[in-house]
Structures are given as C-alpha cells and as structure tokens.
C-alpha cells in the first residue's frame, strides 16, 4: 500500500516537472539570458569575472534552492554575441534537456516528500486540500528561504556556497517544524515555540558577501525575484493538486 501510494505521489511530481518547463521558458528564462550579457560581455556590457555569482554550481543552488526552479548551469552564449543569438540558445537542445531534467527530478522528488509528509502525520493527501498542502510548500521551500536569499541571476554577487546550504537547510528544516506546531497542535506553547523557529533563522540572517555591487540592473534582479517566486508558487500548487487528484482518482491514502 505505502510502495502505490509513494508511486502516484511520483507519477503526479513528474507530470508537474514536464507542465512547468514551458511555463519557466516563458517568464524565468528570458531574464536569466540578459543577465548572461552582463556577465558575458556582450556590447554595451561590462564583462565581470566567472566567480561573481556565475559558476554552474553556485547557479543551479540557486535555481534548484533560491526560489526556482529552472537549471541554470548550461553554456554561456559567447562573449559578444548578438541579443538575438544569445535568444536563440534558450531554445537549444541542451538547456530544453536541463531545464525539462531539473524540472522532473525536483517534482518527482518534491512530490515524495509531500507523500513523506503525509505518511508522517496521518493527514491525506486530496484535491480538497491539495491546494494548502501545495501552499505549505512553497511557503517552507520557496518564500522562506527566499526572504534571506532571493534568486540569483549570472554576475550577481553571493556568500560562500556552504554557508548559504546550511542556511538554506536551516531556515527550511525550522520553517517546516513551525508549520506543522501551527497545524496539528493547538497548544500556546506549540504556538510560541512556531514563532520562535521562524523567527530565529532571519534574526540570524543569511549569509552575503562584503560587495554587493552588480552589473545586473536592480530592476532586472527585482523582476526575476518576483517572476521565480511566483514561478514556484505555481509549481507547488500544481503539484498538491496534482497529488491529490491522483490519491482520490486511485482511491491511495496514507491511512
């Protein structure tokens, strides 16, 4: 029973990961290739060196962590090239795979752990609640961390990579205890003790680097923050919908 239930939760993820690749093509994309000019130098653009915030792996902690979910570490359109090339490669067959990858992998995943989750608690999963299930996780995956740590384009600056993970981990692990102490129990200790944990981690605050100076305009980097949070909020609705729909369509419950 637990072995069909985690396999509809799967299938639900994987079906959200294919539906929202062209969803991100349309508004996350865009804005992560002209910041890709900035950090190339392409004309009109100053070029800025490949460790301000343009590795493969400090950019696809950000997409797969930051906030969205796109997989931001594909080729650089070449130093020079003209908007419309730059433009082109979005459409290429290597990052329509990466993207089209990263998007499976995190819904299937996601969706396992909303099934965990589930498991866990006794709650079940269904389309009347799929919703708020979905909101939760955006609210403990996206926003939260988010708060510290909006999404990066290329060429903006970040901190150390590990610090940010066991900050990311921290304010995630904290946000997801809350949550639960605001649902499940009604006690004022448990109430009290939901506001200190996501109070603590931003008390604390994120990790960022000493110059925050940037080539991206803030303007671009307010619009791709804005565009991938709301970007993954829709991914996490879908994706509590879509496994509820499959937990009533099969008759699957955790209990």
């Given at each position: 029973?637990?072995?069909?239930f985690?396999?509809?939760?799967?299938?639900?993820?994987?079906?959200?990961?294919?539906?929202?690749?062209?969803?991100?093509?349309?508004?996350v994309?865009?804005?992560?290739?002209?910041?890709?000019?900035?950090?190339?130098?392409?004309?009109?653009?100053?070029?800025?060196?490949?460790?301000?915030?343009?590795?493969?792996?400090?950019?696809q902690?950000s997409?797969?962590?930051?906030?969205?979910?796109?997989?931001?570490n594909?080729?650089?359109?070449?130093?020079?090239?003209?908007?419309?090339?730059?433009?082109?490669?979005?459409?290429?067959?290597?990052?329509?795979?990466?993207?089209?990858?990263?998007n499976?992998?995190?819904g299937?995943?996601?969706?396992?752990?909303?099934?965990?989750?589930?498991?866990?608690?006794?709650?079940?999963?269904?389309?009347?609640?799929?919703?708020?299930?979905?909101?939760?996780?955006?609210?403990t995956v996206g926003?939260?961390?988010?708060?510290g740590?909006?999404?990066?384009?290329?060429?903006?600056?970040?901190?150390?990579?590990?610090?940010?993970?066991?900050?990311?981990?921290?304010?995630?692990?904290?946000?997801?205890?809350?949550?639960?102490?605001?649902?499940?129990?009604?006690?004022?200790?448990?109430?009290?003790?939901?506001?200190?944990?996501?109070a603590?981690?931003?008390?604390?605050?994120?990790?960022?680097?000493?110059?925050?100076a940037?080539?991206?305009?803030?303007?671009?980097?307010?619009?791709?923050?804005?565009?991938?949070?709301?970007?993954?909020?829709?991914?996490?609705?879908?994706?509590g919908?879509?496994?509820?729909?499959?937990?009533?369509?099969?008759?699957?419950?955790?209990?």
């Amino acid at each position: 029973m637990i072995v069909r239930f985690l396999l509809a939760a799967l299938v639900a993820g994987l079906f959200v990961g294919v539906v929202m690749t062209p969803v991100q093509y349309a508004g996350v994309v865009p804005l992560i290739l002209q910041a890709e000019e900035y950090e190339s130098g392409a004309p009109g653009h100053e070029a800025v060196s490949p460790d301000l915030g343009g590795s493969a792996e400090r950019r696809q902690m950000s997409a797969l962590f930051g906030g969205e979910l796109v997989l931001a570490n594909y080729h650089e359109p070449a130093v020079g090239a003209s908007s419309e090339e730059a433009g082109a490669s979005s459409f290429d067959g290597n990052r329509l795979f990466g993207t089209l990858s990263a998007n499976i992998v995190a819904g299937g995943g996601f969706a396992l752990i909303l099934a965990a989750v589930s498991l866990l608690t006794g709650r079940a999963i269904a389309r009347s609640n799929g919703v708020l299930w979905g909101l939760a996780g955006f609210a403990t995956v996206g926003l939260a961390p988010a708060l510290g740590l909006p999404p990066e384009l290329p060429a903006m600056p970040a901190a150390d990579l590990f610090e940010r993970q066991v900050w990311w981990a921290a304010v995630v692990t904290l946000t997801a205890g809350a949550l639960y102490l605001l649902v499940f129990r009604r006690e004022l200790w448990a109430t009290l003790a939901a506001i200190v944990m996501l109070a603590v981690p931003h008390v604390v605050g994120a990790p960022h680097p000493l110059d925050l100076a940037s080539p991206v305009p803030p303007t671009l980097a307010a619009e791709f923050a804005v565009i991938s949070l709301a970007t993954t909020a829709a991914f996490w609705v879908l994706l509590g919908l879509s496994v509820g729909f499959v937990m009533d369509r099969f008759g699957t419950r955790a209990v």
